[in-house]
């Protein structure tokens, strides 16, 4: 089977302000109707990718290309009317003075009215909205304009949807409908998106394809899946959930930590740090038998399906993960071994 083409492609992009770099070489092949997921912290560069796709800024190095076009390279910026790009920001942006249907038909004026309006009500239904479609943006909840937002966005349909953190505003609760709700109507569109996102758990959800960011640069790309369980690096790994990482040395490739011996075939003898997800360091006894690694549990908090416990051995806190039900306590003594996944190891760069 051959690859999907890509919409979107980033080859060799930098861009800069001032003596800051927020971008380094950036280069991606975003496939045509699939969901790429930007994840990183603040800084990481997520939101200024975003923006130079848009055409909002130039690049200082590289190209940006939409299809076959060419549509940013020094002293090349198309304008970002003329890039047929949709954006669905934060603060939803709609028009106070335009109802929720006119909304979403602000991008059809090149349509007679009777087409702006019946395409403005098949996206409004579309998100579940049809019954609301002369209410104004006051009247509507966080929710719903968000909804218009997103169908407003389709209306033209672009040839890249953009999504900055559009639910970063609103409580837990709307949060995850509303992205099922886009997930949704973003796969029965066909959509090519963009979605950026400081949120793990959002990211692994709603990708198909896991950029991770930090400081400028693309640490890995691949399947939520395939990041999640290979990741390329510690930091990769860091940014998907909670990992204990332990400066090593490896020895015919093996790594000794204080639980045991790790597999390390992948690093070469020399220093490299272990990597263990906090799901992977499992408590397998209370009290601890003779002869087993041995840990003290010194803090223990609940995270739904799971409890994080911090425990310390020879000196070194980890973090695990163990059963609610489970009786141990702050202060008791455990046996620990790592499960068979979640456990890596990485050379250390320079020796």
């Not at 087993?292 to 911090?310: E, F, N, Y």
């Amino acid at each position: 089977m051959s690859a999907p083409t890509a919409a979107i492609t980033i080859a060799g992009v930098t861009r800069r302000y001032g003596a800051r770099l927020a971008l380094d070489d950036v280069s991606l092949a975003l496939p045509a109707g699939r969901i790429t997921a930007l994840l990183g912290a603040s800084g990481s560069g997520k939101s200024t990718l975003l923006r130079l796709i848009a055409g909002l800024e130039p690049v200082d190095a590289g190209e940006i290309r939409l299809g076959e076009a060419r549509v940013s390279a020094p002293g090349v910026t198309t304008p970002p009317e003329l890039r047929r790009v949709g954006m669905v920001f934060q603060d939803f942006a709609l028009f106070p003075h335009l109802s929720a249907a006119d909304n979403v038909a602000f991008g059809l004026k090149d349509r007679p009215k009777p087409e702006r309006r019946a395409e403005a009500m098949r996206l409004l239904d579309l998100v579940g909205l049809a019954g609301r479609a002369d209410a104004f943006p006051h009247m509507l909840s966080g929710g719903e304009q968000q909804r218009v937002a997103l169908a407003r966005a389709l209306a033209p349909r672009p040839r890249a949807l953009l999504l900055d953190e559009p639910f970063s505003g609103l409580d837990p609760g709307l949060r995850a409908e509303l992205r099922e709700t886009t997930l949704t109507v973003l796969r029965e569109a066909g959509a090519t998106a963009v979605f950026v996102t400081h949120d793990a758990d959002e990211a692994l959800y709603v990708a198909d394809l896991l950029a991770i960011l930090k400081d400028g640069r693309v640490l890995q790309l691949d399947t939520p899946r395939a990041v999640y369980d290979t990741p390329a690096c510690a930091a990769a790994a860091a940014a998907l959930g909670p990992i204990n990482v332990l400066r090593t040395q490896v020895k015919a490739g093996i790594a000794q930590t204080p639980f045991g011996a790790i597999d390390a075939a992948g690093c070469a003898d020399g220093p490299a740090d272990v990597v263990v997800r906090a799901e992977a360091l499992r408590s397998i006894a209370t009290p601890a038998g003779t002869g087993t690694a041995v840990a003290r549990v010194i803090d223990r908090r609940p995270q739904g399906a799971v409890d994080l416990v911090r425990l310390e051995s020879q000196g070194v806190t980890w973090r695990g993960a163990v059963d609610p039900a489970s009786p141990l306590a702050i202060g008791a003594a455990t046996a620990v071994a790592f499960g068979p996944r979640g456990v890596h190891c990485f050379p250390v760069s320079g020796g």
